[in-house]
């Protein structure tokens, strides 16, 4: 059993502006005033050993995590208004790159240091990020390790409704309301980080995978993305509103892969993929939305094949093209020859003409979730004429049925009469439909991964209804 006491203490600046700091504060240069008793790093320590595993090189650990912390401490007493960033990146990156003291680890001393350099990173960046003037920029590197702040005021209308930091493996795009919070003493002064974490697989080997939002799939898993965390200002760092969005580079492109995010517990750590869900996946990336900001990266389960999602797309476009001529085709030789000219080839071709736009608007629309509205109206328009095939198809069977009973002729009685509630029914119903949807969920059409019917709010519903009930 380990027991190790690891606390950091909370930034808690109090800024002003125009005034002197109080007694116990000093003022950086973004006229932030920082509490001198909470800029100081909690030491690593061991505490209450018991068993027969050895701790030296936890030990090791500890004592190089430490002398970081009295570097940034040292930095602090002396009031110096700066961080030495990029002598702690490269402290902590070689860290990282002593091999032979992670292998030296057990898995829970593994496990329990991975997690305290990862807190212990975030702490540090914030603070250095707090140091940084009003549209301040910052980026350090190496070779395990990248970092971008970023600092912003609320209130400056020249700064960007997002902002955006970028490493050499992921992105990040936060609104700058989601980083500042809540707003402290009148003032509005924030800051924002991105922190990559390179080749973390060995390290956080021995976690396990829980694959399902609800818990009880418990599976290997491959990490096959840089680990990232970002860091701002708000307090409130959960269950962020509007969520966040982090775009990861993969080396190589699976199946499926999940956004999932890091838990470390005493015995039992492991990744979930609880507040993150896929946006969109491109040829190289792929896009989360995050609710929170800690320990993410991409994962693959090990019991699922390689099989590269590109070859579906492709196969999927082909078809879709192939079904495309022949629609087309079928739609002008119904229009045109004057042989073909009856109440059941117009019902055949009107089919076919919905069908075709539905499939055309599908092929180039589909995955078009870069304006939000635009996206909407697609949706819209492919609930329509998916609803529409189907209701043509119903006209085609009420042909067929009074075909079928007058077998001998091969005619259809009523005929007219069928024509002339055709178009009334096979347009008019679907629009009524998409109206009254739109009218009920108007945010229901089109979200960040499709141009189609929002599935979790039961609007799809009012696709899947109809055609069930046809059907």
């Known amino acids: 059993l380990i027991l190790v006491i690891y606390f950091v203490n909370g930034w808690r600046p109090?800024?002003?502006?125009?005034?002197?700091?109080?007694?116990?504060?000093?003022?950086?240069?973004?006229?932030?005033?920082?509490?001198?008793?909470?800029?100081?790093?909690?030491?690593?320590?061991l505490n209450n050993l018991t068993g027969q595993t050895s701790h030296s090189a936890f030990?090791?650990?500890?004592?190089?995590?430490?002398?970081?912390?009295?570097?940034?401490?040292?930095?602090?007493?002396?009031?110096?208004g700066t961080l030495p960033l990029q002598d702690i990146i490269s402290n902590t990156s070689d860290l990282l790159e002593n091999d032979s003291l992670w292998e030296n680890m057990d898995k829970e001393q593994r496990l329990l240091s991975a997690s305290i350099l990862l807190q212990?990173?975030?702490?540090?960046?914030?603070a250095t990020g707090l140091n940084l003037p009003d549209q301040g920029k910052k980026k350090s590197s190496s070779k395990k390790i990248d970092v971008q702040i970023k600092?912003?005021?609320?209130?400056?209308?020249?700064?960007?409704?997002?902002?955006?930091?970028?490493t050499t493996g992921a992105m990040m795009q936060i609104y700058r309301q989601t980083a500042a919070g809540t707003k402290t003493n009148g003032t509005d002064f924030a800051a924002v980080a991105l922190i990559a974490f390179r080749n973390m697989g060995s390290i956080l080997s021995g976690s396990i995978f829980n694959s399902s939002t609800t818990g009880g799939e418990l599976e290997p898993f491959e990490l096959i993305s840089d680990v990232v965390s970002a860091v701002i200002t708000n307090r409130e760092s959960r269950d962020l509103s509007p969520a966040v969005i982090f775009t990861f580079r993969q080396k190589k492109t699976f199946w499926k892969s999940y956004c999932a995010h890091w838990n470390y517990a005493a015995g039992k750590s492991y990744w979930s993929p609880n507040g993150c869900h896929m946006n969109i996946s491109k040829k190289?990336?792929?896009?989360?939305?995050?609710?929170h900001l800690s320990g993410l990266a991409l994962l693959r389960s090990d019991e699922q094949d390689d099989l590269h999602p590109d070859v579906v797309i492709i196969i999927s476009t082909v078809v879709l093209c192939v079904s495309l001529v022949c629609l087309g085709i079928s739609v002008v030789t119904f229009a045109l020859c004057s042989s073909l000219k009856s109440a059941l080839n117009a019902t055949h071709m009107h089919l076919c003409l919905s069908l075709f736009l539905g499939s055309l608007l599908f092929l180039v629309g589909f995955g078009?979730?870069?304006?939000?509205?635009?996206?909407?109206?697609i949706a819209g328009f492919l609930h329509y004429f998916f609803l529409a095939a189907f209701f043509w198809m119903v006209l085609e069977a009420v042909h067929l049925y009074h075909m079928i009973r007058n077998i001998r002729n091969l005619r259809v009685?009523?005929?007219?009469?069928?024509?002339?509630?055709?178009?009334?029914?096979?347009y008019g119903g679907p629009a009524i439909i998409v109206i009254i949807s739109v009218a009920v969920h108007p945010d229901g059409y089109g979200s960040h991964t499709n141009c189609w019917l929002n599935v979790n709010r039961g609007l799809v519903w009012s696709f899947l209804g109809p055609v069930y009930l046809i059907i």
């Open 151 to 166: 600092t912003f005021r609320e209130k400056n209308s020249s700064s960007p409704e997002k902002v955006t930091l970028l």
């Open 368 to 377: 078009e979730t870069r304006n939000r509205v635009v996206c909407g109206i």
């Open 284 to 291: 190289g990336f792929l896009q989360c939305q995050c609710d």
């Open 14 to 45: 109090e800024r002003t502006e125009g005034k002197q700091c109080e007694t116990g504060f000093y003022r950086v240069p973004n006229m932030t005033c920082i509490e001198l008793n909470r800029t100081s790093i909690n030491q690593c320590s």
């Open 59 to 80: 030990q090791t650990f500890c004592s190089q995590m430490n002398s970081i912390a009295i570097l940034v401490n040292g930095q602090w007493q002396n009031q110096s």
């Open 413 to 426: 009685p009523l005929s007219n009469k069928i024509k002339m509630f055709a178009y009334p029914f096979g």
């Open 120 to 126: 212990s990173m975030k702490d540090l960046v914030i």
